[in-house]
């Protein structure tokens, strides 16, 4: 790896934590929502780095695409934008404090693990590159994976008419 | 040959099946003589057998096996028939006597809304009595026995709407259920000391261990009699007959006269080869039936109701027939009981025909003979069929009656003294009874409108009680003093000295019966006698015969009740819900203890997830 | 260290600050996108992996995990703009009728 590559990472690694950061703490919903496209889109170009081109289009195409314009349609939709900030009810008065600790240790576990589990598990020198283009994820998803594709299909138009059936008035 | 044996049982079975399934498309004339003429054949091939005893020279008895039934280990049952001599006589009995009446029940029943049912049920009782007489071990007679006491209960609770008559059903099916019980433990009793239920097996054992088995033999005879006090109603269980008078009059005359209630007479008949092993049960067996015989004698010389009158005499009777098996005069017994069947059958369909004659007005109850009187000329028929009836029940010759009873009689004097009086006087009190029930029902001037207005019944009604009549007069004829036909014709299972007429005896009974009657004539005639006597005193103690039904609701019914109560409302409400509530109670407490936690908020649930998630995370990185 | 370990790290960072977007967010709206960032954070761990192995499964999984996100998304949103309706509110706190 380069160190115009590490630069790369280190920079798009930054903005996605930004933006991550913007989602988490933004008042307004569409800023929220913009947040998460550019994080989208970061995540598109990391995936360009690790050799998945597919999947960069399909982040973009997909996520940054249709589902968040989906998002901000309904947000649009709602006129849900502003988020005026409420009292917690008594139930989650120490919601706050709690969720930053757990989440901490969360990132320390994490942590925990990537620094012990570097040793136990080296990485090959020289892993191999196999072929990523979107005909040879096709043949993936039309070989092995065929069956799976199948049920993910027939899931997707399980949730198509249920979004209907569900947003149909009364 | 095993069909042939069956059919009697299984035609009545096709009956209820075809009225049953098409009966509403026969209507009512069809639903009638068709469940009348299946009766009327298996009268015919009970003839046939009868006949085919009766040709062999030594009257073995016709015995197949229908079905296997039980087979477990030493327990083996089968559904076998056996016609011999005794039970012949009683299918004749059954079939014929059932005939009559279901033809009767035709005119009878008439535009009952429940027709159909009642001749369902009536045939259902046929079959069922059938099986009773035609098994050939304890088991199949047992399930007859069974059998014959659920009809007898749907029959006496036909008009079940009014509570009165569903009351009478009841008390019927519980009472008979006590002896019953008795009767289960002698089957089991039996089955012990034998290793068989088999009549043959068990009556061959018998003779050939004999007085081996005295003290087994005490123990189930006492047990089987216990069974026939229940369906035979003598004392202590005898409550239920009078109110069985609560079904219609035809199922009075059939089931609680002429047949099932000679059920336990017939078993302890069959089973005399092991009563005569157990003088002492023989002792009990005759006190109880002249014990019975006098008090609900003396008890039907108080009843105002006309079937009530005939229900007391009827377990009176019964009560002769048990005394003289108690004496060991079966042959007595059941030619008493053959006699009994046509007179107290004939009795009871006349006393229906003046029911249905009298019931045209809905505010007089036309049972009470207070409401009745001279209907003699308005019912002639009838009449003549009461008179028959009634003096061959009050023993006058030459009617069939007066045979039958002067044999117990006689049984009973050369036998035991305290029993001979016990049933002498009853056969005073009887005359004195039937007397009283003619002339109040028939003789005098009618005291209501609705007696004025009374007219004979139709032909399909007085037709079966012209037959019966015929049976009454020449009943006699059967067994004639000094070894007549039943006589020979039991011979073969019942091996017996048979006596000669007493003249004394008879004459002095016969002087005394008419005496009765001719006493009974002057007391009653001024009827309003009848109402004034049962006000009080010894009539209101005889008019509810001695109190035992008081004393059974004081001494069972109501500590019953007290039972019932406390377990109720002390240990129903306090210990059964308390522990139920309890637990209850205790998960209510502990889900207060917990429900803060389901708050109901979406974000607490997800702290939990993630609390969840790390653990499991550190688990795995940590620990592992 | 190495771009694995660190692009792994970012990938729990960024769940990490999903997780806290679900539990310290009100909207409904929001917290479905904080949802769908920390999906976001579990694909790129599997992009990671799969190039770090060598192995397209990682990718094939990636992709199945947006599919169902699409379907996922489809119907909470069909789902919030349903309880929108009665509401008039995106507000999870108000929807606690299944309180113990």
Known sequence: MTMAEWALLVLLGALSLASALGLLLSRNAVYAALFLVLNFSVGAVIYLLFNAPFLAVTQVAVYAGAIMVLFVFVIMLLGAERLAPAENPPGLAYQRPLAIILAVALLAVAAWALLSGAQIEPSPSVAPRPDSSPQAMGMWLFGPYLLPLQVVALLLLAAMVGALVLSRKS | ?624 | MDATSFVTFLSAALFVIGALGVLLRRSALLIFMSVELMLNAANLAFVTFAHRWGQLDGQVTVFFIMTIAAAEVAVGLALIVTIFRTKRSTSVDELAQLRG
């Not at chain 2, 009257?59 to 296997?68: D, S």
């Not at chain 2, 009556?203 to 189930?220: D, N, R, S, Y």
């Not at chain 2, 004639?480 to 004394?504: D, F, R, S, V």
């Open chain 2, 1 to 624: 040959m095993e069909l042939f044996v069956a059919s009697p049982i299984l035609f009545p079975l096709l009956g209820i099946l075809l009225n049953v399934l098409i009966g509403k498309k026969l209507g009512e004339r069809g639903v009638g003589w068709l469940a009348s003429t299946v009766v009327v054949a298996s009268f015919a091939v009970s003839l046939a057998l009868f006949a085919q005893v009766a040709g062999d020279s030594e009257h073995a008895a016709v015995h197949v096996k229908v079905l296997p039934w039980i087979s477990a280990g030493p327990l083996q049952v089968s559904w076998g028939l056996l016609v011999d001599p005794l039970s012949s006589v009683m299918m004749l009995i059954v079939t014929g006597i059932g005939a009559l009446i279901h033809i009767y029940s035709i005119g009878y029943m008439h535009g009952d809304p429940h027709f159909q049912r009642f001749f369902v049920y009536l045939n259902l009782f046929i079959a069922s009595m059938l099986t009773l007489v035609m098994a050939d071990n304890f088991l199949v007679l047992f399930v007859g026995w069974e059998l014959v006491g659920l009809c007898s209960y749907l029959l006496i609770g036909f008009w079940f709407t009014e509570l009165k008559n569903a009351a009478a059903g009841r008390k019927a099916f519980v009472v008979n259920r006590i002896g019953d019980v008795g009767f289960v433990l002698g089957i089991l009793a039996i089955f012990v000391t034998f290793g068989s239920l088999d009549f043959a097996e068990v009556f061959k054992a018998v003779k050939a261990q004999g007085g081996a088995l005295a003290a087994a033999a005490g123990v189930i005879t006492l047990l089987l009699f216990i069974g026939a006090t229940g369906k035979s109603a003598q004392i202590p269980l005898f409550v239920w007959l009078p109110d069985a008078m609560a079904g219609p009059t035809p199922v009075s005359a059939l089931i609680h006269a002429a047949t099932m209630v000679t059920a336990g007479i017939y078993m302890m008949t069959r089973a005399h080869a092991l009563f005569e092993l157990a003088p002492f049960t023989q002792q009990i067996v005759a006190l109880v039936g002249a014990l019975t015989a006098l008090v609900a004698g003396t008890s039907a010389l108080r009843q105002l109701d006309i079937k009530r009158v005939l229900a007391y005499s009827t377990v009176s009777q019964l009560g002769f027939m048990v005394a003289a098996a108690g004496l060991g005069a079966y042959v007595a017994s059941m030619f008493h009981l053959l006699t009994h069947a046509f007179f107290k059958a004939l009795l009871f369909l006349a006393a229906g025909s003046v029911i249905h004659g009298m019931g045209h007005d809905r505010h007089t109850d036309p049972q009470d003979m207070r409401n009745m009187g001279g209907l003699a000329r308005r019912m002639p028929v009838t009449f003549a069929a009461f008179v028959i009836g009634g003096l061959a029940l009050a023993g006058v010759p030459p009617l069939s009656g007066f045979f039958s009873k002067d044999e117990i009689l006689l049984a009973a004097f050369t036998h035991q003294p305290l029993t001979f009086l016990l049933l002498g006087a009853t056969a005073i009190v009887t005359a004195l009874y039937v007397g009283r029930q003619l002339i109040l029902v028939f003789l005098g001037e009618p005291r209501t409108a609705s007696a004025a207005h009374a007219h004979e019944s139709p032909a399909v009604m007085t037709a079966p009680l012209i037959a019966l009549a015929v049976g009454a007069v020449l009943g006699g004829a059967l067994n004639l003093p000094g070894g007549g036909w039943l006589h020979h014709w039991l011979e073969p299972l019942i091996a017996e000295q048979a006596k000669p007429l007493n003249l004394p005896l008879a004459a002095f009974f016969t002087a005394l019966s008419v005496l009765a009657l001719a006493v009974a004539g002057w007391m009653y005639r001024r009827p309003e006698r009848a109402a004034r006597e049962v006000a009080r005193g010894v009539g209101l103690f005889l008019a509810r015969a001695w109190r035992i039904d008081d004393a059974y609701a004081q001494v069972v019914v109501k500590p019953f009740y007290f039972i019932s109560t406390v377990c109720a409302q002390v240990v129903d409400v306090g210990l059964v819900d308390g522990a139920v509530n309890g637990v209850g109670d205790v998960f209510r407490r502990l889900a207060q203890l917990v429900r803060g936690l389901q708050t109901g908020l979406v974000r607490n649930y997800g702290l939990v997830m993630l609390l969840g998630a790390v653990l499991v995370t550190a688990y795995f990185v940590v620990v592992r």
